[in-house]
């Protein structure tokens, strides 16, 4: 399974950007690059997936590696509801027949400072 | 509105019983998930589902029982083989096949054994 790896925890002040790095150096060519986070005591939530190009939405950006090996997952200006646990995971690409075996690692515990 | 309901949200156990913690998803999704998740740790994987009564074992599905019976269903049982129960429990699903689309969390069951 391919895995990913990403710091144990983060911390940054309100209003400021906050670049939360991901390394997944065994992914293959068709996995799609997923961003989820949790609050204590719920169910993680989506946040961004992206391939290849980087990825912008409400929440989130989301900046891949040309090699594909790692990203960077940005919230453009971080306030306290965004201090929870950030996961990156991979996910099979398109026609891949059977249940993914999604794995998520640990994760990182990011704290928004007042 | 569509999603997943697990049940109950909090849920107590004698030693030696087992336990049956619901979920239900009303999304249509073919593939269906359960985590386990220790306070302070990330989510791991116990047992995932592609298809009604078929289901894989994922990273610690000993002690536990799952069944898909139908598509919208997949209970996890926490059996009197597991020594350590206490724990978080989340159930996911996600359409087959097409990595590109988000994977749904419920809310979560707090499994306490007394």
């Known amino acids: 399974d391919a895995k990913t790896t990403q710091p144990n925890s983060m911390e940054s002040n309100e209003e400021e950007p906050v670049h939360l790095p991901c390394n997944h150096s065994t992914i293959s060519g068709t996995d799609y690059i997923h961003w989820y986070r949790q609050l204590p005591s719920q169910g993680p939530e989506y946040v961004i997936h992206g391939l290849t190009s980087n990825v912008n939405n409400r929440m989130a950006s989301l900046a891949i590696a040309e090699d594909r090996k790692s990203s960077t997952l940005i919230l453009h200006r971080a306030t306290l509801r965004d201090a929870a646990v950030y996961y990156c995971?991979?996910?099979?690409?398109?026609?891949?027949?059977?249940?993914?075996?999604?794995?998520f690692g640990q994760g990182t515990r990011l704290t928004i400072n007042p | 509105d569509g999603g997943i309901t697990q049940s109950p949200k909090y849920l107590f156990r004698k030693e030696g019983q087992n336990v049956t913690l619901s979920c239900e998803q009303n999304?249509?999704?073919?593939?269906m998930y359960w985590y386990r998740q220790d306070p302070g740790q990330g989510l791991r994987l116990i047992y995932y589902?592609?298809?009604?009564?078929?289901?894989q074992k994922g990273d610690i599905a000993e002690g536990y029982s799952v069944s898909r019976e139908k598509k919208e269903s997949f209970p996890l049982t926490v059996t009197s083989a597991q020594k350590n129960p206490t724990a978080f429990y989340l159930c996911?699903?996600?359409?087959?096949?097409?990595?590109?689309?988000?994977?749904?969390f419920g809310e979560g069951s707090w499994l306490t054994v007394v």
């Open positions: 995971i991979l996910r099979a690409g398109v026609g891949i027949q059977g249940a993914q075996k999604l794995v």
């Open positions: 999304l249509n999704h073919d593939a």
């Open positions: 589902s592609q298809i009604v009564n078929d289901f």
């Open positions: 996911a699903s996600s359409i087959l096949g097409i990595s590109g689309n988000t994977i749904y």
